[in-house]
C-alpha cells in the first residue's frame, strides 16, 4: 500500500485504459485497470477498495489523512500492498481531485457527508459531485462513473399513493425535504441530480446507485450512521423502537452493485440497492430471535397511530445484471457478530460452538424472502 499526496504513485497514473476486444467489450474484471473509489474509508467504499482489489484492479483511494490510524483498515486488505493507493485529498479541492482522477478508466464517488445540517451537507455534496465528474471529463481516460446515491432522493414523496411501486423512476420532493427540514435526503438528491446534469453537460458516462438503510459487518473501526440504527436496540440506549418502516440492503451486495454497474456495458440510469422493506418491530423481533441475551426493546414508542405499513418497491435492475440480495435476518446477524468482534457490543454469554452455528444457520430462515417487486406486510 503505498500513500500519495494526490499524486500518481508507482505508474498508477500513467495507466491507460485497456481497449476493448474485438466484440467491442470492455475489459475483463482487473485486467491492468485503476480506479479512484472517493471517500475510501467509508462503510460503503471500504467494501468496495476491498472488492475492487479481490478483482485485480489498482485503487487510487482519497482520504483526508492518509496517516490516519482510522485507514488500517485499507492498509491491511489483500492487494493493498502492491495495488492501493491512498491520495490525500479533500471533496472541495478540485486540484487534488483531479490528481487523483488522473490515470483512471473508472471512479466510483461514494464520498459524502451525513448530516442534517444544510450548510454542511448540502453545498459540499453538490459542489464535491461536480468537481468530480469534471474530473473524469478532464482525465481523458475515465470510461464510467458510478455515484453513490441513496434512497433519500428517491421516496420523499407525500404525494405517492400506497400502491405504487418505488423503483428508478421515483425522485425525492425537494420542497417537502425543505419544509420537513430534512436536509440529509435534500442534499443528496440534488447531488444527484447535479450529478446527472455535470454528466450530461461534460459527456461522462454516468450510473448511479441508490442504497437504502445499509447494514452487515464493518471493516473500519468506528461505528457509522446506519450500524448505530441497529446498535441502539442491544445496547440499551433504546428502550422503544418507532412506528415506521424502512428499507434494508447489506453493505457487501451495494459493494457488488457498484462492480456490477461498472463492469456492464448495457448499465445506465439509476439502481436502486434494496432487499427488504421492513417494520421497525421486524428488525427488533429478527435481532430478539438471534441475540436474545440482549435488552431488545419490545414496546413501540407510538401505541396510538395504526402500524405503518411497508411501500411496495423495485429492485429488478440490479438482479437483472445478476446481483442476488442476501437475506436482511443474515445481515442483521452479521452486524451484530462484528459489532461484537470489534469491541463495540459486549458479548454477554460465551456460546458453544455448536449453538454458534444453529444461530448462523437459522439467520436467513428468520424471514421469508421474496424477489423483483417487494412488500411486507405484518
Same mark, same amino acid.
Given at each position: 500500500?503505498?500513500?500519495?499526496?494526490?499524486?500518481?504513485?508507482?505508474?498508477?497514473?500513467?495507466?491507460?485504459?485497456?481497449?476493448?476486444?474485438?466484440? =467491442?467489450?470492455?475489459?475483463?474484471?482487473?485486467?491492468?485497470?485503476?480506479?479512484?473509489?472517493?471517500?475510501?474509508?467509508?462503510?460503503?467504499?471500504? %467494501?468496495?477498495?476491498?472488492?475492487?482489489?479481490?478483482?485485480?484492479?489498482?485503487?487510487?483511494?482519497?482520504?483526508?489523512?492518509?496517516?490516519?490510524?482510522?485507514?488500517?483498515?485499507?492498509?491491511?486488505?489483500?492487494?493493498?500492498?502492491?495495488?492501493?493507493?491512498?491520495?490525500?485529498?479533500?471533496?472541495?479541492?478540485?486540484?487534488? /481531485?483531479?490528481?487523483?482522477?488522473?490515470?483512471?478508466? =473508472?471512479?466510483?464517488?461514494?464520498?459524502?457527508?451525513?448530516?442534517?445540517?444544510?450548510? #454542511?451537507?448540502?453545498?459540499?455534496?453538490?459542489?464535491?459531485?461536480?468537481?468530480?465528474?469534471?474530473?473524469?471529463? +478532464?482525465?481523458?481516460?475515465?470510461?464510467?462513473?458510478? *455515484?453513490?446515491?441513496?434512497?433519500?432522493?428517491?421516496?420523499?414523496?407525500?404525494? &405517492?399513493?400506497?400502491?405504487?411501486?418505488?423503483?428508478?423512476?421515483? %425522485?425525492?420532493?425537494?420542497?417537502?425535504?425543505?419544509?420537513?427540514? @430534512? %436536509?440529509?435526503?435534500?442534499?443528496?438528491?440534488?447531488?444527484? #441530480?447535479?450529478? %446527472?446534469?455535470?454528466?450530461?453537460?461534460?459527456?461522462?458516462?454516468?450510473?448511479?446507485? @441508490?442504497?437504502?438503510?445499509?447494514? =452487515?459487518?464493518?471493516?473500519?473501526?468506528?461505528?457509522?450512521?446506519?450500524?448505530?440504527?441497529?446498535?441502539?436496540?442491544?445496547?440499551?440506549?433504546?428502550?422503544? *423502537?418507532?412506528?415506521?418502516?424502512?428499507?434494508?440492503?447489506?453493505? &457487501?451486495?451495494?459493494?457488488?452493485?457498484?462492480?456490477?454497474?461498472?463492469?456492464?456495458?448495457?448499465?445506465?440510469?439509476?439502481?436502486?440497492?434494496?432487499?427488504?422493506?421492513?417494520?421497525?418491530?421486524?428488525?427488533? &423481533? /429478527?435481532?430478539?430471535?438471534? *441475540?436474545?441475551?440482549?435488552?431488545?426493546?419490545?414496546?413501540?414508542?407510538?401505541?396510538?397511530?395504526? &402500524?405503518?405499513?411497508?411501500?411496495?418497491?423495485?429492485?429488478?435492475?440490479?438482479?437483472?445484471?445478476?446481483?442476488? *440480495?442476501?437475506?436482511?435476518?443474515?445481515?442483521?446477524?452479521?452486524?451484530?457478530?462484528?459489532?461484537?468482534?470489534?469491541?463495540?457490543?459486549?458479548?454477554?454469554? +460465551?456460546?458453544?460452538?455448536?449453538?454458534?452455528? +444453529?444461530? +448462523?444457520?437459522?439467520?436467513?430462515?428468520?424471514?421469508?424472502?421474496?424477489?423483483?417487486?417487494?412488500?411486507?406486510?405484518?
Amino acid at each position: 500500500m503505498t500513500v500519495v499526496d494526490a499524486v500518481s504513485s508507482a505508474g498508477a497514473g500513467d495507466a491507460v485504459a485497456p481497449a476493448a476486444d474485438a466484440a =467491442g467489450q470492455p475489459p475483463a474484471a482487473g485486467n491492468g485497470q485503476t480506479v479512484c473509489v472517493t471517500g475510501a474509508a467509508g462503510y460503503i467504499a471500504s %467494501w468496495l477498495v476491498k472488492l475492487l482489489l479481490e478483482k485485480g484492479y489498482t485503487v487510487k483511494g482519497t482520504v483526508r489523512n492518509p496517516d490516519d490510524p482510522k485507514n488500517a483498515h485499507l492498509k491491511a486488505l489483500d492487494g493493498a500492498a502492491e495495488r492501493l493507493f491512498l491520495c490525500k485529498a479533500d471533496l472541495l479541492d478540485f486540484d487534488a /481531485i483531479c490528481r487523483a482522477v488522473e490515470g483512471c478508466q =473508472g471512479v466510483f464517488h461514494t464520498a459524502s457527508p451525513v448530516t442534517d445540517d444544510p450548510e #454542511q451537507m448540502v453545498e459540499p455534496a453538490v459542489r464535491g459531485t461536480e468537481y468530480v465528474i469534471r474530473a473524469a471529463a +478532464e482525465a481523458g481516460t475515465v470510461r464510467r462513473v458510478v *455515484f453513490t446515491s441513496s434512497i433519500g432522493a428517491v421516496t420523499m414523496d407525500p404525494n &405517492r399513493g400506497p400502491d405504487v411501486v418505488v423503483d428508478e423512476s421515483c %425522485w425525492s420532493d425537494l420542497d417537502f425535504c425543505k419544509k420537513t427540514r @430534512n %436536509w440529509y435526503c435534500y442534499g443528496k438528491a440534488v447531488a444527484e #441530480q447535479a450529478a %446527472w446534469d455535470a454528466a450530461r453537460q461534460r459527456g461522462v458516462d454516468l450510473v448511479v446507485v @441508490n442504497p437504502v438503510l445499509v447494514v =452487515g459487518p464493518l471493516l473500519q473501526p468506528t461505528v457509522n450512521a446506519s450500524i448505530a440504527h441497529i446498535l441502539k436496540y442491544l445496547d440499551g440506549s433504546a428502550r422503544t *423502537f418507532a412506528n415506521a418502516v424502512q428499507a434494508y440492503v447489506d453493505v &457487501r451486495d451495494v459493494a457488488a452493485a457498484h462492480l456490477l454497474v461498472f463492469e456492464a456495458p448495457a448499465a445506465s440510469g439509476r439502481h436502486l440497492c434494496a432487499d427488504r422493506v421492513l417494520h421497525r418491530e421486524d428488525v427488533v &423481533r /429478527i435481532l430478539a430471535k438471534l *441475540f436474545p441475551e440482549y435488552p431488545v426493546p419490545t414496546r413501540c414508542s407510538d401505541e396510538v397511530n395504526p &402500524r405503518k405499513q411497508a411501500y411496495k418497491f423495485s429492485n429488478q435492475k440490479l438482479r437483472d445484471l445478476g446481483l442476488e *440480495f442476501r437475506p436482511v435476518s443474515q445481515s442483521l446477524y452479521d452486524t451484530v457478530k462484528s459489532l461484537q468482534e470489534k469491541g463495540h457490543l459486549p458479548v454477554l454469554a +460465551e456460546q458453544a460452538p455448536e449453538l454458534e452455528a +444453529e444461530k +448462523e444457520a437459522a439467520a436467513p430462515a428468520a424471514e421469508v424472502q421474496q424477489g423483483g417487486t417487494i412488500a411486507i406486510r405484518a
